[in-house]
């Protein structure tokens, strides 16, 4: 049972990396998991921010908020501004590290 066990956890740990750990003011992306009827996910685009780490939470989980300077805008062109400030928690696999 133990080198079977042995063996799960080495065949395991080869297809599967550690999360990438961000820091705080890190910018991110996060998948574009749109769920309205009728869309065409084809044609949406797989991420979606840039947005601010906020807060790191225990078990890999980042507290991600809108970025607060709206003056960076007019030079982000993917840029979201919405009515009401965006605050979400994610996990590192659905989100990607915003190279700008």
């Given amino acids: 049972m133990e080198k079977v066990q042995r063996y799960n956890k080495a065949y395991y740990d080869r297809a599967h990396k550690p999360p990438h ?3 705080l003011g890190d910018y991110v992306l996060v998948k574009n998991i749109d769920t ?3 869309t065409n996910k084809k044609l949406l685009p797989k991420y979606r ?3 601010e780490v906020k807060k790191i939470l225990e078990n890999d989980r980042y507290l991600i908020t809108d970025i607060p300077d709206f003056q960076l805008t007019t030079d982000i062109p993917d840029f979201q501004l919405t ?3 965006f605050e979400g928690v994610y996990s590192p696999h659905n989100m990607r590290l915003w190279l700008h």
């Fill in 83 to 85: 009515q009401r400030p």
């Fill in 36 to 38: 309205t009827p009728g």
């Fill in 49 to 51: 921010g840039p947005y």
């Fill in 21 to 23: 750990t961000y820091q």
